[in-house]
């Protein structure tokens, strides 16, 4: 079995010893992202929806760096810091995830890093 670590400047550097994403044959697993700036690497803002927006752009680099793009997404794991906003966050994510519908597990938590309100991993297929 061979491994690739994916990488990409289009998304935020990993704030701890982990790759973006990483590649086994045609399974890609992407480390969850959340709503930083790729070239500050500070948060986007403190809203809700322009937190949600950047963490999917950044998904999207880095499933576009592994050969990937949307289309090729089998799950989505969704942390939230704060559960009323579920209605919101599926409002924003299906606009990402119109036709294609991976599975999906949205859970609350307590806290996520640098004071993110949304984290979102997932596992993509690679089509070559």
Known sequence: MSFQFIHTGDAPEAIGPYSQAVRSDSLVFLSG???????????VSEDFTAQVEQTMENL????HAAG???????SVDVY???MAQFPLFNEIYGKYFSR??????VVEVSRLP?????EIKCVARHQG
């Open 114 to 118: 640098k004071g993110a309100q949304v």
């Open 100 to 105: 294609h519908k991976p599975a999906r597990a």
């Open 80 to 82: 939230l810091t704060d």
């Open 68 to 74: 990937c793009q949307a289309s090729h997404v089998l």
């Open 33 to 43: 992202q959340i709503g930083l700036n790729p070239k500050t690497g500070e948060m």
């Open 60 to 63: 999207l680099a880095v499933l």
